[in-house]
Protein backbone atom coordinates (compact mmCIF):
# COMPACT_ATOMS: atom_id res chain seq x y z
CA UNK A 1 0.00 0.00 0.00
CA UNK A 2 1.37 3.37 -1.41
CA UNK A 3 1.44 6.61 1.55
CA UNK A 4 -1.78 7.59 -0.46
CA UNK A 5 -4.06 4.92 0.31
CA UNK A 6 -3.25 4.43 3.01
CA UNK A 7 -4.26 7.80 4.24
CA UNK A 8 -7.10 7.25 2.22
CA UNK A 9 -7.97 4.19 4.72
CA UNK A 10 -7.40 6.76 7.56
CA UNK A 11 -9.37 9.39 6.32
CA UNK A 12 -12.66 7.09 6.51
CA UNK A 13 -11.98 6.71 9.76
CA UNK A 14 -11.12 9.91 10.48
CA UNK A 15 -14.00 11.52 8.38
CA UNK A 16 -16.57 8.97 10.18
CA UNK A 17 -17.65 10.99 12.37
CA UNK A 18 -15.72 12.05 15.96
CA UNK A 19 -18.36 13.86 17.58
CA UNK A 20 -20.07 12.53 20.41
CA UNK A 21 -23.77 13.56 20.94
CA UNK A 22 -25.21 10.05 20.27
CA UNK A 23 -22.58 8.24 22.06
CA UNK A 24 -22.89 10.61 25.35
CA UNK A 25 -26.63 10.38 25.19
CA UNK A 26 -26.45 6.32 24.37
CA UNK A 27 -23.93 5.59 27.69
CA UNK A 28 -26.19 7.23 30.35
CA UNK A 29 -22.66 9.18 31.29
CA UNK A 30 -24.05 12.28 31.00
CA UNK A 31 -25.17 12.51 33.94
CA UNK A 32 -21.88 12.68 36.12
CA UNK A 33 -19.73 13.94 33.43
CA UNK A 34 -19.85 13.48 29.64
CA UNK A 35 -17.51 14.72 27.40
CA UNK A 36 -17.53 18.17 26.80
CA UNK A 37 -20.21 18.68 29.75
CA UNK A 38 -19.23 18.09 33.57
CA UNK A 39 -16.83 17.32 35.11
CA UNK A 40 -14.00 14.95 34.87
CA UNK A 41 -15.81 11.15 36.00
CA UNK A 42 -13.65 9.64 38.42
CA UNK A 43 -14.58 8.64 41.73
CA UNK A 44 -11.49 9.12 43.99
CA UNK A 45 -10.42 5.16 45.20
CA UNK A 46 -7.01 4.39 46.30
CA UNK A 47 -6.86 1.07 44.79
CA UNK A 48 -7.17 2.97 41.36
CA UNK A 49 -4.57 6.02 42.12
CA UNK A 50 -2.96 5.08 39.30
CA UNK A 51 -4.91 5.52 36.58
CA UNK A 52 -6.16 9.21 38.07
CA UNK A 53 -3.10 10.28 35.58
CA UNK A 54 -0.83 13.46 36.04
CA UNK A 55 -1.76 16.87 34.22
CA UNK A 56 1.10 17.12 32.06
CA UNK A 57 3.80 17.61 34.54
CA UNK A 58 7.40 15.50 34.42
CA UNK A 59 8.72 14.66 37.93
CA UNK A 60 12.01 13.38 38.77
CA UNK A 61 13.76 11.63 42.57
CA UNK A 62 17.41 11.72 42.41
CA UNK A 63 17.41 9.03 45.33
CA UNK A 64 14.45 6.16 45.68
CA UNK A 65 14.62 4.74 49.25
CA UNK A 66 15.66 1.34 48.91
CA UNK A 67 14.14 -1.62 50.93
CA UNK A 68 17.14 -5.05 50.76
CA UNK A 69 19.56 -4.70 48.68
CA UNK A 70 20.43 -4.00 45.08
CA UNK A 71 22.22 -6.17 43.71
CA UNK A 72 26.02 -4.94 42.73
CA UNK A 73 25.63 -6.26 38.83
CA UNK A 74 22.20 -4.88 38.01
CA UNK A 75 23.40 -1.83 36.32
CA UNK A 76 21.74 0.11 33.79
CA UNK A 77 18.46 2.02 32.79
CA UNK A 78 14.95 0.64 33.13
CA UNK A 79 12.94 2.76 30.75
CA UNK A 80 8.95 2.59 30.82
CA UNK A 81 6.27 3.92 29.24
CA UNK A 82 2.37 4.21 29.77
CA UNK A 83 -0.72 6.64 29.30
CA UNK A 84 0.10 9.25 31.82
CA UNK A 85 -2.84 12.02 31.60
CA UNK A 86 -6.60 11.44 31.11
CA UNK A 87 -7.83 14.75 31.65
CA UNK A 88 -7.81 17.97 30.54
CA UNK A 89 -10.82 21.13 31.58
CA UNK A 90 -13.51 19.26 31.80
CA UNK A 91 -12.92 16.17 30.12
CA UNK A 92 -11.47 12.35 31.09
CA UNK A 93 -10.61 10.00 29.00
CA UNK A 94 -12.87 6.78 28.39
CA UNK A 95 -10.24 4.19 27.96
CA UNK A 96 -6.81 3.73 29.90
CA UNK A 97 -5.76 3.03 26.07
CA UNK A 98 -6.48 7.16 25.82
CA UNK A 99 -4.13 8.82 27.96
CA UNK A 100 -0.63 10.97 26.83
CA UNK A 101 2.35 8.60 26.74
CA UNK A 102 4.65 9.60 29.72
CA UNK A 103 8.20 7.98 29.47
CA UNK A 104 9.74 6.62 32.91
CA UNK A 105 13.63 6.10 33.26
CA UNK A 106 14.14 3.94 36.36
CA UNK A 107 18.28 4.41 36.64
CA UNK A 108 20.37 1.85 38.86
CA UNK A 109 24.00 3.14 39.44
CA UNK A 110 26.38 2.42 41.97
CA UNK A 111 24.91 5.80 44.16
CA UNK A 112 21.29 3.71 44.47
CA UNK A 113 18.37 3.93 42.12
CA UNK A 114 16.85 7.62 40.49
CA UNK A 115 13.50 7.69 38.66
CA UNK A 116 12.69 10.44 35.80
CA UNK A 117 9.77 11.04 33.92
CA UNK A 118 8.51 13.04 31.34
CA UNK A 119 5.84 13.26 28.89
CA UNK A 120 6.21 12.63 24.75
CA UNK A 121 5.83 15.83 23.88
CA UNK A 122 3.87 14.96 20.35
CA UNK A 123 2.40 17.18 18.57
CA UNK A 124 -0.83 16.47 19.95
CA UNK A 125 0.40 17.00 23.49
CA UNK A 126 1.73 20.31 22.69
CA UNK A 127 -1.18 21.33 21.37
CA UNK A 128 -3.49 20.35 23.69
CA UNK A 129 -1.55 21.61 26.70
CA UNK A 130 -1.30 25.06 25.11
CA UNK A 131 -4.95 25.11 24.26
CA UNK A 132 -5.88 23.37 27.90
CA UNK A 133 -8.72 20.92 26.19
CA UNK A 134 -8.70 18.06 23.74
CA UNK A 135 -8.40 18.53 20.18
CA UNK A 136 -8.46 15.44 18.43
CA UNK A 137 -10.40 12.14 18.70
CA UNK A 138 -9.02 9.43 21.22
CA UNK A 139 -9.11 5.53 20.58
CA UNK A 140 -11.62 4.84 23.22
CA UNK A 141 -13.37 8.60 23.64
CA UNK A 142 -15.37 10.28 20.98
CA UNK A 143 -14.20 13.70 21.00
CA UNK A 144 -14.84 16.34 18.67
CA UNK A 145 -11.75 16.96 16.14
CA UNK A 146 -10.84 20.37 16.64
CA UNK A 147 -7.55 20.55 14.66
CA UNK A 148 -7.38 19.02 11.35
CA UNK A 149 -6.93 15.21 11.39
CA UNK A 150 -4.12 14.89 8.81
CA UNK A 151 -2.58 11.35 9.56
CA UNK A 152 -3.01 9.04 12.26
CA UNK A 153 0.28 10.83 14.08
CA UNK A 154 -2.48 13.66 14.69
CA UNK A 155 -3.97 11.23 17.76
CA UNK A 156 -0.45 9.45 18.41
CA UNK A 157 0.20 9.42 22.26
CA UNK A 158 3.28 7.76 21.90
CA UNK A 159 1.72 5.54 25.25
CA UNK A 160 2.90 2.12 25.13
CA UNK A 161 6.31 0.87 25.23
CA UNK A 162 9.74 2.24 24.70
CA UNK A 163 12.94 0.92 23.36
CA UNK A 164 16.43 1.53 22.76
CA UNK A 165 17.49 1.43 19.31
CA UNK A 166 21.22 2.53 18.27
CA UNK A 167 21.66 4.81 21.03
CA UNK A 168 18.11 6.83 20.76
CA UNK A 169 15.27 5.77 22.70
CA UNK A 170 11.64 5.12 20.54
CA UNK A 171 8.10 5.76 22.15
CA UNK A 172 5.73 3.84 20.79
CA UNK A 173 2.28 3.63 19.94
CA UNK A 174 0.29 0.72 17.56
CA UNK A 175 -1.56 2.83 15.15
CA UNK A 176 1.63 5.51 14.09
CA UNK A 177 5.01 6.14 13.62
CA UNK A 178 7.87 5.94 16.62
CA UNK A 179 8.84 9.39 18.74
CA UNK A 180 12.13 9.64 19.08
CA UNK A 181 13.82 10.71 22.53
CA UNK A 182 17.28 11.21 24.05
CA UNK A 183 18.39 8.57 25.94
CA UNK A 184 18.96 10.94 28.97
CA UNK A 185 16.94 13.44 29.38
CA UNK A 186 13.96 12.29 28.01
CA UNK A 187 13.29 14.94 25.36
CA UNK A 188 11.51 14.28 22.48
CA UNK A 189 13.29 14.82 18.91
CA UNK A 190 10.42 13.98 16.97
CA UNK A 191 8.44 10.93 14.48
CA UNK A 192 10.71 8.60 13.43
CA UNK A 193 11.05 8.07 9.29
CA UNK A 194 12.27 4.53 8.37
CA UNK A 195 11.84 5.69 4.63
CA UNK A 196 10.64 8.06 2.43
CA UNK A 197 7.98 5.74 1.29
CA UNK A 198 7.34 4.36 4.77
CA UNK A 199 6.90 7.95 6.36
CA UNK A 200 3.43 7.81 8.62
CA UNK A 201 2.98 4.17 8.26
CA UNK A 202 2.16 2.29 11.65
CA UNK A 203 5.00 0.89 13.55
CA UNK A 204 3.66 -1.12 16.32
CA UNK A 205 4.76 -1.07 19.60
CA UNK A 206 5.86 -4.95 20.03
CA UNK A 207 8.72 -4.71 17.83
CA UNK A 208 10.75 -8.42 18.75
CA UNK A 209 14.82 -7.98 18.98
CA UNK A 210 16.66 -11.00 18.72
CA UNK A 211 19.45 -12.08 20.58
CA UNK A 212 22.02 -10.54 17.64
CA UNK A 213 20.00 -6.91 17.75
CA UNK A 214 17.98 -7.39 14.64
CA UNK A 215 14.49 -6.50 14.91
CA UNK A 216 11.10 -7.26 14.02
CA UNK A 217 8.41 -5.24 13.45
CA UNK A 218 4.53 -4.57 11.99
CA UNK A 219 1.77 -2.22 11.73
CA UNK A 220 -2.04 -2.08 10.92
CA UNK A 221 -4.06 0.07 9.14
CA UNK A 222 -7.65 -1.56 8.72
CA UNK A 223 -7.15 -4.25 6.05
CA UNK A 224 -3.53 -3.83 5.64
CA UNK A 225 -0.48 -5.30 7.38
CA UNK A 226 2.86 -3.83 7.19
CA UNK A 227 6.01 -5.73 8.07
CA UNK A 228 9.74 -4.34 8.71
CA UNK A 229 12.70 -5.70 9.32
CA UNK A 230 15.78 -3.21 11.30
CA UNK A 231 19.25 -3.42 11.83
CA UNK A 232 20.67 -3.74 15.57
CA UNK A 233 21.93 -0.07 13.87
CA UNK A 234 18.82 0.88 13.30
CA UNK A 235 18.86 0.57 9.72
CA UNK A 236 15.30 -0.77 7.49
CA UNK A 237 16.69 -3.89 5.84
CA UNK A 238 13.23 -4.66 4.14
CA UNK A 239 9.70 -4.21 4.35
CA UNK A 240 6.88 -5.62 2.87
CA UNK A 241 2.39 -4.38 2.98
CA UNK A 242 0.38 -7.31 2.37
CA UNK A 243 -3.85 -7.61 2.47
CA UNK A 244 -5.25 -8.91 5.71
CA UNK A 245 -7.33 -11.78 5.71
CA UNK A 246 -9.38 -9.50 7.92
CA UNK A 247 -9.44 -5.90 8.88
CA UNK A 248 -6.22 -6.39 10.86
CA UNK A 249 -6.40 -5.44 14.73
CA UNK A 250 -3.31 -7.06 15.72
CA UNK A 251 -1.60 -5.76 19.28
CA UNK A 252 1.20 -7.75 19.31
CA UNK A 253 2.43 -10.78 17.36
CA UNK A 254 5.28 -13.60 17.67
CA UNK A 255 8.49 -14.24 15.58
CA UNK A 256 10.45 -17.67 15.86
CA UNK A 257 13.32 -18.52 14.12
CA UNK A 258 11.61 -18.34 10.50
CA UNK A 259 8.29 -16.74 10.81
CA UNK A 260 6.60 -13.99 11.55
CA UNK A 261 3.30 -15.09 13.54
CA UNK A 262 0.30 -13.34 13.89
CA UNK A 263 -3.56 -14.18 15.79
CA UNK A 264 -6.30 -11.83 14.01
CA UNK A 265 -9.21 -12.13 16.41
CA UNK A 266 -12.93 -11.65 15.03
CA UNK A 267 -13.49 -8.32 15.21
CA UNK A 268 -15.32 -6.30 12.99
CA UNK A 269 -15.63 -2.32 13.17
CA UNK A 270 -19.02 -1.06 13.09
CA UNK A 271 -18.72 1.74 10.69
CA UNK A 272 -22.18 3.17 11.32
CA UNK A 273 -21.44 3.31 15.20
CA UNK A 274 -18.44 5.36 13.89
CA UNK A 275 -20.63 7.46 11.90
CA UNK A 276 -23.11 7.87 14.46
CA UNK A 277 -20.24 9.28 16.90
CA UNK A 278 -18.85 6.07 18.87
CA UNK A 279 -15.11 5.80 19.55
CA UNK A 280 -13.56 3.14 18.16
CA UNK A 281 -13.68 0.80 21.27
CA UNK A 282 -17.18 1.34 21.41
CA UNK A 283 -17.54 0.60 17.39
CA UNK A 284 -15.55 -3.05 17.67
CA UNK A 285 -18.01 -6.15 17.42
CA UNK A 286 -17.03 -9.25 18.55
CA UNK A 287 -18.33 -11.95 15.84
CA UNK A 288 -17.89 -15.06 18.14
CA UNK A 289 -18.97 -17.49 15.25
CA UNK A 290 -15.79 -17.14 13.35
CA UNK A 291 -12.33 -17.79 13.72
CA UNK A 292 -9.35 -16.25 14.52
CA UNK A 293 -7.20 -16.44 11.41
CA UNK A 294 -3.68 -17.38 12.13
CA UNK A 295 -1.70 -15.49 9.60
CA UNK A 296 2.30 -17.05 8.93
CA UNK A 297 5.12 -15.22 7.45
CA UNK A 298 7.98 -16.17 6.29
CA UNK A 299 10.64 -13.95 7.58
CA UNK A 300 13.36 -14.54 4.59
CA UNK A 301 10.68 -13.50 2.14
CA UNK A 302 7.57 -11.53 3.47
CA UNK A 303 5.60 -11.76 0.62
CA UNK A 304 5.52 -15.83 1.19
CA UNK A 305 2.45 -16.59 3.86
CA UNK A 306 -0.45 -18.91 4.85
CA UNK A 307 -3.70 -18.22 7.11
CA UNK A 308 -4.71 -20.65 9.26
CA UNK A 309 -7.62 -21.01 11.89
CA UNK A 310 -8.52 -21.60 15.03
CA UNK A 311 -11.68 -20.34 17.06
CA UNK A 312 -12.47 -17.26 18.10
CA UNK A 313 -10.52 -15.87 20.87
CA UNK A 314 -9.40 -12.90 22.38
CA UNK A 315 -5.38 -11.33 23.08
CA UNK A 316 -3.39 -8.81 23.33
CA UNK A 317 0.63 -10.38 24.16
CA UNK A 318 2.45 -13.31 23.11
CA UNK A 319 5.01 -14.61 25.24
CA UNK A 320 7.63 -16.37 22.32
CA UNK A 321 7.53 -18.64 19.68
CA UNK A 322 10.08 -20.75 18.42
CA UNK A 323 9.87 -23.73 15.64
CA UNK A 324 11.92 -27.50 15.58
CA UNK A 325 11.30 -29.98 12.95
CA UNK A 326 8.61 -27.88 10.99
CA UNK A 327 6.13 -27.48 14.06
CA UNK A 328 5.66 -23.80 15.56
CA UNK A 329 5.43 -23.43 19.13
CA UNK A 330 4.04 -20.39 20.67
CA UNK A 331 2.71 -18.65 24.04
CA UNK A 332 0.10 -16.17 24.56
CA UNK A 333 -2.48 -15.07 26.67
CA UNK A 334 -5.88 -15.73 26.14
CA UNK A 335 -9.46 -14.05 26.84
CA UNK A 336 -12.61 -15.12 25.88
CA UNK A 337 -13.78 -11.95 23.84
CA UNK A 338 -13.74 -7.92 23.94
CA UNK A 339 -15.18 -7.54 27.59
CA UNK A 340 -12.28 -6.58 29.60
CA UNK A 341 -11.29 -4.51 26.79
CA UNK A 342 -14.30 -2.94 25.92
CA UNK A 343 -16.42 -3.31 29.37
CA UNK A 344 -14.45 -3.79 31.93
CA UNK A 345 -11.17 -1.12 31.13
CA UNK A 346 -14.31 1.70 30.90
CA UNK A 347 -15.29 1.08 34.31
CA UNK A 348 -11.65 0.98 36.29
CA UNK A 349 -11.17 4.20 34.54
CA UNK A 350 -14.14 5.62 36.51
CA UNK A 351 -12.93 4.64 39.28
CA UNK A 352 -14.96 1.27 39.83
CA UNK A 353 -13.00 -1.05 40.82
CA UNK A 354 -14.89 -4.01 39.55
CA UNK A 355 -13.79 -7.27 38.96
CA UNK A 356 -12.49 -8.59 35.40
CA UNK A 357 -12.60 -11.18 32.62
CA UNK A 358 -9.55 -13.67 33.20
CA UNK A 359 -7.02 -13.48 31.03
CA UNK A 360 -4.94 -16.97 30.86
CA UNK A 361 -1.19 -18.67 29.74
CA UNK A 362 -2.11 -20.39 26.10
CA UNK A 363 -0.09 -22.29 24.07
CA UNK A 364 -0.34 -23.32 20.02
CA UNK A 365 1.43 -26.07 18.29
CA UNK A 366 1.24 -25.08 14.90
CA UNK A 367 2.24 -28.02 12.85
CA UNK A 368 3.64 -26.41 9.16
CA UNK A 369 3.47 -30.06 7.54
CA UNK A 370 -0.27 -30.70 8.17
CA UNK A 371 -1.47 -27.31 8.83
CA UNK A 372 -2.68 -28.64 11.94
CA UNK A 373 -3.30 -26.55 15.11
CA UNK A 374 -3.25 -27.35 18.87
CA UNK A 375 -4.24 -24.97 21.65
CA UNK A 376 -4.29 -25.82 25.22
CA UNK A 377 -4.87 -23.36 28.03
CA UNK A 378 -3.61 -22.60 31.83
CA UNK A 379 -5.95 -21.57 34.83
CA UNK A 380 -3.87 -18.83 35.95
CA UNK A 381 -4.94 -15.76 35.61
CA UNK A 382 -1.92 -12.57 34.08
CA UNK A 383 -0.55 -10.53 31.39
CA UNK A 384 2.08 -8.93 30.15
CA UNK A 385 4.58 -12.15 29.35
CA UNK A 386 7.81 -11.95 29.00
CA UNK A 387 11.06 -14.14 28.20
CA UNK A 388 14.83 -14.21 28.83
CA UNK A 389 15.55 -11.28 25.99
CA UNK A 390 18.53 -13.88 24.91
CA UNK A 391 15.81 -16.55 23.34
CA UNK A 392 13.59 -14.08 21.88
CA UNK A 393 12.44 -16.30 18.29
CA UNK A 394 14.26 -19.32 20.23
CA UNK A 395 13.45 -22.37 22.20
CA UNK A 396 12.61 -21.00 25.67
CA UNK A 397 12.17 -23.02 29.11
CA UNK A 398 10.12 -19.72 30.99
CA UNK A 399 8.40 -17.23 31.08
CA UNK A 400 7.22 -14.34 33.73
CA UNK A 401 4.25 -12.74 34.05
CA UNK A 402 2.54 -10.35 36.70
CA UNK A 403 0.07 -12.50 38.35
CA UNK A 404 -3.41 -12.38 39.83
CA UNK A 405 -2.82 -14.97 42.99
CA UNK A 406 -5.51 -16.84 44.17
CA UNK A 407 -8.24 -14.79 42.20
CA UNK A 408 -10.71 -15.38 39.57
CA UNK A 409 -10.31 -12.17 37.74
CA UNK A 410 -7.26 -10.14 37.04
CA UNK A 411 -8.10 -7.05 37.64
CA UNK A 412 -5.19 -6.62 40.16
CA UNK A 413 -1.76 -8.30 39.81
CA UNK A 414 -1.17 -8.74 43.07
CA UNK A 415 2.29 -10.98 42.33
CA UNK A 416 4.58 -12.26 40.11
CA UNK A 417 5.12 -15.72 38.28
CA UNK A 418 7.67 -17.95 36.41
CA UNK A 419 6.66 -20.56 34.57
CA UNK A 420 8.21 -23.43 33.64
CA UNK A 421 6.99 -24.02 29.87
CA UNK A 422 7.68 -28.10 29.75
CA UNK A 423 6.85 -29.01 33.13
CA UNK A 424 3.90 -26.56 34.13
CA UNK A 425 6.02 -26.01 37.52
CA UNK A 426 5.37 -22.65 38.83
CA UNK A 427 7.39 -20.32 41.23
CA UNK A 428 5.52 -17.40 42.65
CA UNK A 429 5.53 -14.61 44.82
CA UNK A 430 2.43 -13.14 46.40
CA UNK A 431 2.63 -9.57 47.46
CA UNK A 432 -1.10 -9.50 49.13
CA UNK A 433 -4.01 -7.31 48.19
CA UNK A 434 -1.96 -4.22 49.08
CA UNK A 435 -0.14 -4.01 46.32
CA UNK A 436 -0.65 -3.75 42.55
CA UNK A 437 2.25 -5.01 40.19
CA UNK A 438 2.85 -4.41 36.49
CA UNK A 439 4.64 -6.09 33.59
CA UNK A 440 8.09 -7.39 34.81
CA UNK A 441 11.02 -7.91 32.92
CA UNK A 442 13.88 -10.68 32.01
CA UNK A 443 17.63 -9.03 32.91
CA UNK A 444 20.72 -11.57 32.55
CA UNK A 445 22.67 -11.99 35.72
CA UNK A 446 26.68 -10.09 33.93
CA UNK A 447 28.66 -13.11 32.76
CA UNK A 448 25.54 -15.49 33.17
CA UNK A 449 25.43 -17.88 29.68
CA UNK A 450 21.80 -19.44 30.24
CA UNK A 451 18.16 -18.79 29.94
CA UNK A 452 16.22 -17.89 33.04
CA UNK A 453 20.10 -16.74 35.34
CA UNK A 454 18.66 -13.52 35.89
CA UNK A 455 17.45 -10.45 37.38
CA UNK A 456 13.47 -10.32 37.33
CA UNK A 457 12.71 -6.56 37.25
CA UNK A 458 8.91 -4.32 37.33
CA UNK A 459 7.30 -1.68 38.79
CA UNK A 460 4.37 -1.68 41.46
CA UNK A 461 1.91 0.11 43.21
CA UNK A 462 1.52 0.07 47.28
CA UNK A 463 -2.23 1.07 47.69
CA UNK A 464 -1.65 1.84 51.50
CA UNK A 465 1.21 4.02 51.31
CA UNK A 466 -0.10 5.32 47.94
CA UNK A 467 3.33 5.46 46.57
CA UNK A 468 4.91 3.04 43.26
CA UNK A 469 8.64 1.16 43.47
CA UNK A 470 10.67 -0.45 41.44
CA UNK A 471 11.06 -4.39 42.35
CA UNK A 472 13.84 -6.49 41.47
CA UNK A 473 13.88 -10.38 42.44
CA UNK A 474 16.07 -13.49 41.25
CA UNK A 475 14.68 -14.49 39.04
CA UNK A 476 15.44 -18.00 39.56
CA UNK A 477 14.11 -17.91 43.20
CA UNK A 478 10.83 -15.60 43.28
CA UNK A 479 9.08 -16.97 46.12
CA UNK A 480 11.73 -15.93 48.01
CA UNK A 481 10.80 -12.49 47.80
CA UNK A 482 11.92 -9.14 46.21
CA UNK A 483 15.67 -9.09 46.76
CA UNK A 484 15.18 -4.66 46.92
CA UNK A 485 12.38 -2.85 46.55
CA UNK A 486 13.07 0.93 45.22
CA UNK A 487 10.60 3.46 46.96
CA UNK A 488 9.59 6.92 45.29
CA UNK A 489 8.03 8.96 47.65
CA UNK A 490 4.73 9.63 44.49
CA UNK A 491 2.67 7.38 42.63
CA UNK A 492 2.81 6.79 39.38
CA UNK A 493 0.61 6.40 36.54
CA UNK A 494 0.26 2.44 35.54
CA UNK A 495 2.75 1.65 32.62
CA UNK A 496 2.27 -0.79 29.58
CA UNK A 497 5.38 -1.44 29.10
CA UNK A 498 9.50 -1.39 29.13
CA UNK A 499 12.56 -2.72 28.48
CA UNK A 500 15.85 -2.93 30.69
CA UNK A 501 19.08 -1.81 29.12
CA UNK A 502 22.41 -2.73 31.11
CA UNK A 503 25.40 -0.64 30.80
CA UNK A 504 28.74 -2.02 30.34
FE1 LIG B 1 0.95 -4.34 24.80
Known amino acids: MNRRNFFQSLGAVAASGIALPTWATQTGLQQTGGIGKAKPLFRANPRLTCLRGYQGQDVSCDSAW ?51 ARFVRTKKFLAEQQAGEFLVPAFGTPIEAKIPMR ?16 GRLLALWEGGSAHAMDASSLQTHGIVSWAPELAGMPFSAHPKVEADG ?22 LIKHHVMKCPRTAMAHDFAISQKHLIFLLSPIALNMD ?23 IVEK ?3 TKSRILEIPALMLFHFGNAWEENNIIHLDFVKSNDLTNFNTWMPKIMRGE ?92 KRGSRNEGEAWL ?39 FHGNFYSRA
Open 353 to 444: DVASEPSNPAFLRIDLNTNKIRLTERLENAEFPRVDPRVVGQRNQFLYYPHAVNKRDNNAFNGVMRLHVDSGKKDVFDFGERYRLEEHVVVP
Open 273 to 295: LLRAGRSMVDSMEWKAEESTKVL
Open 214 to 235: TMWNFGTMMDRLVMYQISAQGK
Open 300 to 302: ADF
Open 66 to 116: IEGKIPSDLRGDFYRNGPGLFERGNQRYHHWFDGDGMVHAWRFGEQGVSHQ
Open 457 to 495: VGVGFDVDRQTSFASVFDAQNLSAGPVALAHLPYWLPHC
Open 151 to 166: SSDTMNTANTNVIQLD
